[in-house]
């Protein structure tokens, strides 16, 4: 088994721990302009009803449960984030798990469904956390991907990697994944990518 990069996992997490008291107002301009419509066409296309979200982060996607007959279950591995999920989580009934995604404290073939919307980028080794995806998906589960992805431009692509390291420090987000080829690498077969805005964000539907 793949270890985890203990560190790395470590520093991601002290980073939205710190910023998760001002992380909405941060996403605010972002959210109203295209975040909240992105999520609602990807709920839409949900399929299963049990559910697990990993990167629940401040509970952005929760009013969308609502509107389906779900059983769900959240999880972040930011106590900061997760502090401000939990009132609307609880009210909905919807447990909340602080823990990893790449090592899910869940067994295997045991949800119909995994969502994360714009959480990749910011896991470590991104396989690693798709692979424990996979794991705890039935058979005929699905994974729902919201994502930010190193543009297909060779140019911007060029610039997008020189200032990952930039980002990754300011943010504790990588600017630079290819998350499609991270998806096949994990043994994900992607069944849609759909670009959302530029070549850059970007709805992915992947089976295991």
């Known amino acids: 088994m793949q270890k985890v990069n203990s560190a790395q996992t470590r520093y991601v997490r002290a980073k939205y721990d710190r910023t998760s008291r001002y992380y909405n107002l941060l996403e605010w301009p972002m959210e109203r302009l295209f975040y909240q419509r992105w999520r609602r066409q990807l709920f839409a296309r949900l399929q299963g009803r049990r559910v697990l979200e990993v990167g629940?982060?401040?509970g952005k996607n929760l009013p969308f449960y609502s509107e389906k007959s779900l059983e769900?279950?959240?999880l972040d591995f930011?106590?900061?984030?997760?502090?401000?999920?939990?009132?609307?989580?609880?009210?909905?009934?919807?447990p909340v798990v602080q823990g990893d995604v790449q090592r899910l404290p869940f067994g295997?073939?045991?949800?119909?469904?995994?969502?994360?919307?714009?959480?990749?980028c910011s896991v470590p080794d991104p396989v690693?956390?798709?692979?424990?995806?996979?794991r705890v998906?039935?058979?005929a589960g699905r994974l729902y991907l919201l994502e930010h992805v190193l543009p297909e431009s060779r140019?911007?692509?060029?610039?997008?990697?020189?200032?990952n390291g930039l980002a990754v420090r300011m943010m504790g987000a990588n600017i630079n994944r290819t998350t499609a080829r991270n998806l096949q690498h994990a043994g994900f077969e992607v069944e849609d990518e759909r670009h959302l805005l530029s070549s850059v964000f970007r709805m992915f539907v992947a089976r295991p």
Not at 78 to 87: D, F, K, T, V
Not at 128 to 134: H, K, M, Q, S, T
Not at 155 to 163: D, P, Y
């Open 108 to 120: 295997n073939d045991c949800f119909d469904a995994v969502i994360a919307t714009f959480v990749f």
């Open 72 to 74: 769900a279950v959240g």
């Open 56 to 58: 629940l982060g401040t």
């Open 78 to 94: 930011s106590e900061g984030m997760l502090r401000h999920a939990l009132p609307l989580a609880r009210r909905m009934g919807i």
């Open 137 to 139: 998906l039935k058979p």
């Open 128 to 134: 690693l956390g798709f692979g424990e995806i996979r």
């Open 155 to 163: 140019i911007a692509a060029k610039w997008f990697n020189r200032l």
